[in-house]
């Protein structure tokens, strides 16, 4: 895959087709994002559900209307074009992949960007802090847990965690770390037993691909940034469309300028 | 016994001989301190011994050779008779229990106030974290680790860590909070599995008294102040003094002064 010099240079790549591939490890030290579009009749009613649960669904970005820029988090974004993938929702059922929305865009649709994981995790291994699924070269365990997201209007269902095995003095320094993130899901929501939220067998996650979790190590559960995909599932959305999972917008927003401390 | 207005108005209860009880409790908000005196021809080697070891012994104040003041924590602090209880050691035993050191003081003893686990408990106590041994009424639980202290000179051994049981949800937003205290111990050092750090039996205390661990807690584990006293022990040193556990010196200096957050 091509290689960028900047988070501008690379959605130019993006939105050129020279770059369909996920986008961990391109643009080190920049905020990638999730992304949740869908038409303005439910906008208000997910803004809503987000404010409810900012640990799984912190917005960095909102569109207008219609209009696919994002100017707050880069100003040439173009919310059609600058994700290598996308999954379009109908009727809460994921139909198709396509690799724009030049065809699919409408007048009504409404874009959320919301921070990811990928951000606290480059925290954490410049902090020393190992991360599994990295190491592995898989993608990162997630999990159906019998936590409610508070609810909005249509939007509820249950939360959805990650989860990063490590030692308990490895797991004091990432709850350290990873508190200085509120926009990028924060400090763990749990660790140790995953039966206490609802985790019958923690080497079968619900998705991504299993993390070894290695004698003296605790598994440590965050907030994920699925969660609000699985909102718009069980809300049964006529229409929505996400990212491909692991293919990010890539943000001209420093992670360490998220920090709050 | 007698109850004081202000940390100074509560040193001179305590000076007047009013006061000779623990000293939890009393002047809340107002940091107190672990008392430890050694003469001079020690206190270089001990204070290189409590920079290497700053988790469990963090001095927030220090003496001059055979001043008792420590103007740095309060005007009118008199080391030789502001605390409710002294233990003087002798080659490394402790050998009696004295109300004040009006006979013992000499001009080559220098004073070491180490911060101490009571102002991180205030704040667990306000953050919405109970602190079981307060709601049992009794001492905090110590152990002896296998783990050993940064050594200095004569001045090694291994650390003493304090134990508190709380649920993961509890235990994340601890170490959050205590993060913001490094001069009382700071963060946790560990949690879970109590052999992991040499723990033999958690129901066992070293010193001070079991706490129940309900079901879904974990034992999470602070450096102790009690460590600087074990150091003390195990050099042997010929003379020494400490405060009598639980009764502290009660400072001019805000809680909310050391924290660094």
């Known amino acids: 895959m091509a290689q960028a010099s900047s988070p501008s240079a690379f959605r130019q790549l993006v939105r050129a087709g020279r770059f369909t591939a996920q986008t961990a490890g391109q643009c080190p030290g920049f905020t990638q994002g999730n992304l949740a579009i869908m038409p303005s009749a439910y906008a208000d009613e997910f803004l809503r559900f987000a404010r409810r649960n900012p640990k799984s669904c912190p917005v960095i970005g909102m569109s207008e209307p219609g209009d696919p820029s994002v100017p707050e988090l880069g100003q040439d974004i173009d919310l ?19 690799p724009h929305l030049r065809e699919l865009w409408r007048e009504d649709l409404v874009g959320f960007v919301i921070g990811c994981s990928l951000s606290f995790e480059e925290a954490l291994l410049e902090g020393g802090v190992p991360v599994r699924h990295i190491e592995q070269g898989t993608t990162v365990p997630m999990y159906d847990t019998d936590r409610p997201n508070g ?28 508190s200085r993130f509120p926009a990028t899901h924060g400090a763990p929501v749990h660790f140790g037993d995953p039966a206490e939220i609802g985790i019958a067998d923690i080497d079968r996650p619900d ?26 599932r069980s809300a ?20 360490s300028h998220l920090a709050v401390l």
């Open 151 to 178: 609810a909005a209007g249509r939007f509820g269902g249950n939360g959805v965690v990650s989860m990063r095995p490590m030692s308990a003095a490895q797991a004091i320094r990432a709850i350290q770390i990873t």
């Open 80 to 98: 059609r074009t600058d994700i290598p993938g996308y999954c379009v929702f109908r009727d809460g059922r994921m139909v198709e992949e396509v």
């Open 207 to 232: 998705y991504g691909e299993r993390a070894e979790i290695r004698p003296g190590e605790i598994p440590v559960f965050w907030a994920c940034g699925v969660t609000p995909q699985q909102a718009i």
């Open 236 to 255: 049964g959305l006529p229409f929505a469309i996400t990212h491909k999972p692991g293919h990010m917008l890539v943000t001209d927003v420093r992670n």
